[in-house]
T-cell receptor, first 110, second 114 residues
Framework: DAGITQSPRYKITETGRQVTLMCHQT?????MFWYRQDLGHGLRLIYY???????DKGEVPDGYVVSRSKTENFPLTLESATRSQTSVYFC?????????FGPGTRLLVL | QQQVKQSPQSLIVQKGGIPIINCAYENTAFDYFPWYQQFPGKGPALLIAIRPDVSEKKEGRFTISFNKSAKQFSLHIMDSQPGDSATYFCAASRWGGGADGLTFGKGTHLIIQP
């Protein structure tokens, strides 16, 4: 019963590098989401997806790219990492109301 | 523009007390209001949720009170325990919460002292 997993759990990178955060869910939920969590800001929605090949921007999408070729996977790519993207990133999935969150990826951009 | 305002930022309560966390929203299109609990190093987990057609919902020691006219809702924790120490987030969404994501408050760091 894996549920929703994220990898890597921790990542250190340098400014300008491309980074991809992975998210995988075993429930076959239609909806998937990416949030970032920063002190003083709570969680903010980056991108979301209603189904494979359907994605849309959330509150803070700049600098991020997503794709969803398979229902169970929803990778998040930072095309050229910046220090302001240092954060904890959470993936979530849902079928109806309840969103289930993964354990998070802690990203540090130097 | 912050659409969900949460207070207080931090709260310390003695064991057995009733911590109360308040949230206010602006968007009248919101129709689903969950509370999430987060322990250090973990992802948020749904605690309890309410829709605007009811004024109160209880699940165990957790109660949501909802005031639609004031656009406010709050979380009460009865008989609080040290194990309830965590960060609590209120949230809101349209269309039942499943479609276009949640808008979160900034969180309340709750400490229950033994």
């Amino acid at each position: 019963d894996a549920g929703i997993t994220q990898s890597p759990r921790y990542k250190i990178t340098e400014t300008g590098r491309q980074v991809t955060l992975m998210c995988h869910q075993t429930w076959s939920h239609s909806y998937m989401f990416w949030y970032r969590q920063d002190l003083g800001h709570g969680l903010r929605l980056i991108y979301y997806s209603a189904a494979a090949d359907i994605t849309d921007k959330g509150e803070v999408p700049d600098g991020y790219v997503v794709s969803r070729s398979k229902t169970e996977n929803f990778p998040l790519t930072l095309e050229s990492a910046t220090r302001s993207q240092t954060s904890v990133y959470f993936c979530a999935s849902s079928e109806r109301q309840t969103q289930y969150f993964g354990p998070g990826t802690r990203l540090l951009v130097l | 523009q912050q659409q969900v305002k949460q207070s207080p930022q931090s709260l310390i309560v003695q064991k057995g007390g009733i911590p109360i966390i308040n949230c206010a929203y602006e968007n009248t299109a919101f129709d689903y209001f969950p509370w999430y609990q987060q322990f250090p190093g973990k992802g948020p987990a749904l605690l309890i949720a309410i829709r605007p057609d009811v004024s109160e919902k209880k699940e165990g020691r957790f109660t949501i009170s909802f005031n639609k006219s004031a656009k406010q809702f709050s979380l009460h924790i009865m008989d609080s325990q040290p194990g309830d120490s965590a960060t609590y987030f209120c949230a809101a969404s349209r269309w039942g919460g499943g479609a276009d994501g949640l808008t979160f408050g900034k969180g309340t760091h709750l400490i229950i002292q033994p």
